[in-house]
């Protein structure tokens, strides 16, 4: 929260009234029929001069877990956290939150619950990221993946008896193979 006066354009209002305002971070994107703008409330300005507890700097924007302890990350530090946490499939998949990371310091109540604070890592980190929680999703369903080489579509196979012989047809590329 910041506090301050309170202005019009050309004058106070509400007689020199303090003021507390909140401010954070967003996240802004657009397809072609909608625009969406989510609050990274996590992202937080370094008004404490809270130094990074990856590389010790003390930067203006910081990333703050939601752990007791509320250790912090640089921008730049958190973004290689998770880079290197999805490179090395090492999320979490949280059946309430999705697909997650933790405090790094492995603090309880910790996990990140708004996928939109992995934007930072860029676009197509990003979509591997999608893809990587869909994977995982798909596994712990019971699912598997079709065996055509350059499909891999996932599949949550319904079979009757879950006799190994039962025949699965792949709705994306309809190739025909036993589980």
Same mark, same amino acid.
């Not at 397809?31 to 010790?56: D, F, M």
């Not at 310091?105 to 893809?131: A, L, N, P, T, V």
């Not at 993946?145 to 012989?165: E, T």
């Given at each position: 929260?910041?506090?301050?006066? @309170? !202005?019009? +354009?050309?004058?106070?209002?509400?007689? *020199? %009234?303090?003021v507390?305002?909140?401010?954070?971070?967003?996240? #802004? =994107?657009?397809?072609?029929?909608?625009?969406?703008?989510?609050?990274?409330?996590?992202?937080?300005?370094?008004?404490?001069?809270?130094?990074?507890?990856?590389?010790?700097?003390?930067?203006?924007?910081?990333?703050?877990?939601?752990?007791?302890?509320?250790?912090?990350?640089?921008?730049? @530090? !958190?973004? +290689?956290?998770?880079?290197?946490k999805? *490179? %090395?499939?090492?999320?979490?998949l949280?059946?309430?939150?999705? #697909? =997650?990371?933790?405090?790094?310091?492995?603090?309880?109540?910790?996990?990140?619950?708004?996928?939109?604070?992995?934007?930072?890592?860029?676009?197509?980190?990003?979509?591997?990221?999608?893809?990587?929680?869909?994977?995982?999703y798909?596994?712990?369903?019971?699912?598997?993946?079709?065996?055509?080489?350059?499909?891999?579509?996932?599949?949550?196979?319904?079979?009757?008896?879950?006799?190994?012989?039962?025949?699965?047809?792949?709705?994306?590329?309809?190739?025909v193979?036993?589980?």
């Open positions: 929260q910041i506090k301050g006066k @309170c !202005f019009n +354009s050309t004058q106070r209002c509400n007689n *020199n %009234e303090d507390s305002m909140e401010f954070f971070f967003k996240f #802004y =994107t657009c397809t072609e029929n909608n625009c969406e703008c989510v609050a990274l409330y996590q992202v937080r300005i370094n008004g404490k001069n809270v130094p990074c507890i990856s590389c010790l700097e003390i930067t203006e924007r910081i990333f703050i877990f939601e752990c007791q302890a509320k250790h912090s990350l640089c921008l730049d @530090c !958190f973004t +290689s956290y998770c880079l290197s999805l *490179n %090395e499939r090492q999320f979490i949280d059946d309430t939150i999705g #697909y =997650t990371l933790e405090c790094p310091m492995r603090c309880e109540d910790s996990r990140i619950k708004c996928c939109h604070h992995f934007y930072f890592m860029g676009i197509d980190s990003y979509c591997k990221y999608q893809r990587f929680a869909a994977e995982e798909t596994l712990s369903s019971g699912g598997i993946f079709c065996p055509k080489p350059q499909c891999g579509a996932g599949i949550v196979p319904d079979i009757p008896g879950s006799s190994l012989c039962d025949k699965i047809i792949c709705q994306d590329c309809f190739f193979f036993c589980v």
